[in-house]
């Protein structure tokens, strides 16, 4: 557990300053001096190109939420399409280098909402070399982190 809270953290865009708690395969921070909270999982995908990474962000001063981004274990072919497949229903993703995101924020609350109730999701996509790649997450405890992330950013504006 102390090894993947520690994982989580350093895979974060910025370090978190305060661990919301871990929930399964999925971890919850708030840095409060953005302030941003978020859910984030690793892949389970080897790291190739970059350390894959999942999260699920929101930024109170911005008004996002749910914005959900993927770190990719490798760089993406230009033009490359970007497929998720979460339980059974499959989303386009946009991306370029190395991460890829909802087009918008009606994609990103699709993919939480079936995020919710699956228990896997993998993301397709084709690399700078030619190769088919996919990075696959666990979804156990993905719904608490979600909801650990909205609730630290909703004490970070109140407080």
């Known amino acids: 557990m102390l090894v993947l809270g520690a994982a989580l953290a350093l895979a974060s865009p910025a370090l978190a300053r305060d661990s919301l708690g871990i929930f399964g395969a999925w971890g919850a921070f708030r840095d409060a001096a953005v302030p941003r909270c978020y859910a984030i999982a690793m892949s389970g995908a080897k790291a190739r190109d970059y350390q894959p990474y999942a999260t699920v962000g929101y930024w109170p001063q911005k008004r996002?939420?749910?914005?959900?981004?993927?770190?990719?274990?490798?760089?993406?072919?230009?033009q490359s399409p970007v497929r998720l497949t979460v339980g059974n229903q499959s989303f386009a993703l946009t991306g370029?280098?190395?991460?890829?995101?909802?087009?918008?924020?009606?994609?990103?609350?699709?993919?939480?909402?079936?995020?919710?109730?699956?228990t896997s999701m993998r993301l397709s996509a084709r690399a700078t070399n030619g190769t088919t790649f996919s990075d696959s997450y666990p979804l156990a405890g993905a719904a608490s982190a979600i909801d650990a992330a909205a609730i630290g950013c909703a004490k970070t504006t109140r407080g």
Do not use: C, E, Y
Not at 66 to 74: P, Y
Not at 97 to 103: I, K, L, Q, Y
């Open 64 to 78: 996002t939420r749910n914005q959900v981004h993927f770190r990719l274990s490798r760089r993406l072919a230009p």
């Open 96 to 118: 370029g280098g190395g991460d890829a995101w909802a087009a918008d924020k009606r994609g990103d609350a699709g993919i939480v909402a079936a995020m919710r109730s699956a």
